[in-house]
């Protein structure tokens, strides 16, 4: 296991995290590689979402550390950010800007694929709304925006909390196609759900 | 490999965005920076109304009377500076990118310069007719608020991000933000009334700057710091 963690892509050592006096997770060990999926399993309230903030170095570990190519990420945050991409509860778009100009204000945050925008929209089904602003956009259609950010940044490892959160059957399986494909294409996805999540990837389950 | 093909957006880019975001967000939404706006000429000119129509008086209290209106009204437009970026998840988002947090957060103390404390800047000399201020004293004035403002606001993003998860953080804000604001009052406010009386005013004019300066070169990156330990 220690041998596979030193040489693992991401690699999270002995993890211990408190929220209060509550213990989330102790001594906990992962190890991820491209071409992988880490799903996060467990019930409400157990602290997927606060695993998920650890790993992207959003709160501070109790103890242990998380690894990017074997070098502690918070020493180099900046590296392990710009192969990153976040896919939150919240899904982060300003209600008042169309979502063509929350995108474009993302694509000067982080290193964009290149990868045609209207394509994306198209294959998201939100390209018809791309003039309207957020908040005329329903709850589904939201998260559906903050999927084209996560195609449209050029970034390794994806990390997803409740991807399907709010989407409908198609949508629910075209994030299912789509982490699949990223797998495929030697990306890496920590994604954490509650609901069965079925892939044709590799994947390791983590329950907390 | 792949790491090192990878294109980082620039950081003044990032800077310029963040700006500009915001700035199309208050087009879209004037109100939010009307408000301040409001209130420092509403101060201003409700002041003479009450103390009465002396000019010794007026001109005595002129300078002083708009510097606390001016401070007051950028305090209260710094206490919405991260909130909605924190409320709708954008702030995370700025965490997890690859740009410097600081480059960021000076991006978004600019833009609230641009967007509070320049309009202030501007109608000052409006306000100042009601004190009878001569000419050349507005000049100076119109220079002491440009480089007060632009530390104010810069100062005031440290305060609203550390008081950004609180609930009603406005009175802790204050408590932040006003020790480290008293200089730029002082010396804003005693610049304007050495120049009245007809004293030079550049020495007071060159420690604003000074000041500034110095919380320009500082603040962005207590902001990013503060940013950090208010999201955990």
Not at chain 1, 176 to 183: D, F, K
């Amino acid at each position: 296991m220690r041998c596979k963690a030193l040489t693992a892509k991401l690699s999270g050592d002995d993890l211990t995290l408190f929220r209060g006096d509550r213990c989330l997770f102790k001594g906990l060990n992962f190890a991820l590689n491209p071409g992988e999926v880490l799903l996060l399993e467990g019930r409400n309230g157990s602290g997927k979402t606060s695993l998920l903030r650890a790993i992207a170095g959003l709160i501070e570990l109790e103890t242990g550390r998380v690894s990017w190519d074997g070098v502690p990420i918070r020493g180099q945050r900046q590296a392990f950010h710009l192969a990153l991409v976040w896919l939150a509860h919240r899904v982060g778009f300003k209600a008042d800007l169309t979502l063509l100009e929350n995108l474009r204000f993302e694509s000067s945050l982080r290193p964009q694929a290149e990868r045609d925008l209207e394509e994306v929209l198209e294959r998201l089904g939100i390209e018809r709304l791309k003039n309207l602003p957020m908040r005329a956009l329903s709850a589904g259609q939201q998260r559906r925006v903050a999927l084209a950010r996560m195609l449209l940044a050029d970034a390794v490892l994806w990390m997803l909390d409740e991807p399907v959160t709010n989407l409908d059957r198609e949508g629910r399986s075209l994030v299912m196609q789509l982490v699949s494909e990223h797998a495929a294409h030697n990306g890496m996805v920590i994604m954490a759900a509650h609901q069965d999540i079925k892939l044709e990837a590799p994947m390791q389950t983590i329950r907390l | 490999m792949m790491d090192q093909q990878r294109q980082m957006p620039g950081i003044w880019a990032g800077m310029v965005a963040v700006a500009r975001r915001d700035l199309l967000l208050v087009l879209k939404r004037p109100g939010d920076v009307l408000n301040p706006l409001f209130f420092f000429a509403m101060v201003a000119t409700l002041f003479p109304l009450a103390v009465g129509p002396s000019v010794e008086q007026l001109e005595f209290s002129g300078p002083g009377v708009l510097w606390v209106a001016a401070l007051l009204a950028m305090l209260l437009s710094l206490n919405s500076l991260f909130t909605s970026d924190f409320e709708d998840g954008s702030l995370e988002q700025m965490l997890v990118s690859s740009l410097p947090l600081s480059a960021l957060a000076f991006g978004k103390a600019a833009a609230h310069w641009l967007s509070s404390g320049l309009p202030l800047v501007i109608v000052s000399p409006l306000v100042a007719m009601t004190f009878r201020m001569p000419v050349a004293v507005v000049g100076v004035l119109m220079l002491t608020l440009l480089l007060g403002t632009l530390s104010l606001s810069l100062l005031g993003s440290i305060g609203a991000a550390l008081t950004v998860g609180l609930h009603r953080g406005t009175a802790l804000l204050s408590l932040l933000v006003l020790p480290l604001s008293m200089p730029v009052l002082i010396f804003g406010a005693r610049t304007v009334s050495l120049a009245a009386a007809g004293d030079t005013a550049a020495g007071g004019l060159y420690f604003l700057a000074a000041y500034t300066v110095l919380i320009m070169s500082i603040a962005p990156f207590a902001t990013a710091a503060a940013l950090r330990i208010s999201n955990e």
